[in-house]
């Protein structure tokens, strides 16, 4: 049962670089959420896609690009990472319902 | 734009007490109301609230919504020390959740 899986766990980045941060779920679901979470701040909603193939900003799209390569995949690229990027992110799906929503475990990364 | 407002931000209380944590929304076709806890990692479910003046009920953990004044709030009584997280409320729409800040609740033994 492995659910909702991102990778890597923890990056460091300079600022400048890029990076991918890869995420996959084996529960057949449509739709498919990157959220960021600094502190104090909750989980803002950066990308989602409610179905393959298509994609929609949320709160806070700036600086970050996604790409849903299948059903079960859906990506968040950092294409020149900032500082200001510094954060935790999670990954999340659902089936039919939004409320049901799986995480992943989280990637904490910082832009130094 | 969608909106989930937390009150208190954080909270420092005895083993014991009871605690109150509030949510106000405003969300674009509003369908539910949901309170999450996260301790390290990725936060986990705890209740989903869908009609108004229903008091969901965990344990020692409590929860109403008030469709009419678009507000939440989270009851924990005879707190322990493992009750320390930070709980979040989410409210949502048609395809997606908003999130509040959250509240970070410290409970000193």
């Known amino acids: 049962n492995a659910g909702v899986t991102q990778t890597p766990k923890f990056q460091v980045l300079k600022t400048g670089q890029s990076m991918t941060l890869q995420c996959a779920q084996d529960?057949?679901?449509?739709?498919m959420y990157w959220y960021r979470q600094d502190p104090g701040m909750g989980l803002r909603l950066i990308y989602y896609s409610a179905s393959e193939g298509t994609t929609d900003k949320g709160e806070v799209p700036n600086g970050y690009n996604v790409s849903r390569l299948n059903k079960r995949e859906f990506s968040l690229r950092l294409e020149s990472a900032a500082p200001s990027q510094t954060s935790v992110y999670f990954c999340?799906?659902?089936?039919?319902?939004?409320?049901?929503?799986?995480f992943g475990s989280g990637t904490q990364l910082s832009v130094l | 734009e969608d909106k989930v407002v937390q009150s208190p931000l954080s909270l420092v209380v005895h083993e014991g007490d009871t605690v109150t944590l509030n949510c106000s929304y405003e969300?674009?076709?509003?369908?539910?109301l949901l309170w999450y806890k996260q301790e390290k990692k990725a936060p986990t479910f705890l209740f989903m609230l869908?009609?108004?003046?229903i008091e969901k009920k965990s344990g020692r953990l409590s929860s109403i919504l008030d469709k009419k004044e678009l507000f939440s709030i989270l009851n924990i009584t005879a707190t322990q020390t493992g009750d320390s997280a930070i709980y979040l409320c989410?409210?949502?729409?048609?395809?997606?959740?908003?999130f509040g800040t959250g509240t970070r609740l410290t409970i000193i033994p």
């Open positions: 869908t009609s108004s003046g």
């Open positions: 969300v674009t076709n509003f369908r539910s």
């Open positions: 529960m057949n679901h449509n739709s």
């Open positions: 999340a799906s659902s089936g039919d319902r939004v409320e049901k929503l799986f």
């Open positions: 989410a409210a949502a729409g048609n395809e997606k959740l908003t």
